[in-house]
């Protein structure tokens, strides 16, 4: 085979390869969110024994018990979120209540300023109700496995997020990530979260406040 052939070749094989992720650098800063304006939130337990949480008078998410609920509105109450935001078509609890293992999702929350939550408040893993683990943003990968299916990974053997054969909305999910700044990903819920959502945290602001 002459030179320029194997040139060729790589050149096919690498370009295979490389359609099927996409780098935190290479994430688009150019997304359009997807988002439910949050308004009167109360919980509520429907006619079939299944906890909700209410938005405006209108179902928003379902929960297995009261407390992950409560522990989800008093979060949304907190940072002030003005609209909750997805990336993907899947839920994390179902109409009967039950959790999903594989939800297909990523959720975030905006705030009133259009910025995700996080920015201007003290880091929170000494709130007990919160349940956070931080991640570094700039090693995210949106991949595609073997399967077929694609999933938000920050490094090998640490899926983040699901989002089964949706390419669009796992890059959709790097780029939010990149837009907003987030490097925290908190649960309500474990093992199987009925509700996450990401959050900012801010060394320059949470460092010299916890110093006070």
């Avoid at 259009?114 to 919160?130: A, D, L």
């Avoid at 299916?149 to 796992?170: T, V």
Wanted: proline share 2%; charged share 25%.
């Amino acid at each position: 085979m002459k030179g320029n052939e194997i040139f060729f070749v790589i050149v096919i094989v690498f370009t295979i390869f490389s359609c099927d992720k996409t780098t935190y650098k290479n994430a688009s800063l150019l997304v359009e969110d997807n988002c439910i304006v949050v308004g009167n939130l109360s919980i509520e337990k429907n006619t079939n024994d299944v906890w909700e949480l209410i938005n405006n008078d209108e179902h928003l998410y379902y929960y297995p018990n009261f407390e992950e609920a409560k522990n989800t509105k008093a979060i949304l109450d907190y940072y002030q979120a003005t609209q909750v935001c997805i990336c993907g078509d899947g839920s994390y609890t179902n109409s009967d209540g039950e959790e999903i293992r594989i939800n297909n999702i990523m959720q975030y929350q905006l705030t009133e300023d259009y910025t995700g939550i996080g920015n201007n408040e003290m880091n929170s893993y000494q709130n007990p109700v919160e349940d956070c683990l931080p991640f570094n943003p700039e090693k995210l990968v949106a991949r595609k496995s073997l399967d077929g299916q694609w999933y938000l990974i920050e490094r090998p053997g640490h899926s983040m997020f699901a989002f089964g054969k949706n390419e669009d909305a796992c890059k959709k999910a790097l780029s939010v990530i990149k837009k907003y700044d987030f490097n925290q990903s908190c649960f309500v819920g474990r093992a199987n979260a009925s509700f996450n959502y990401l959050k900012r945290y801010r060394e320059d602001i949470d460092t010299l406040r916890s110093l006070n």
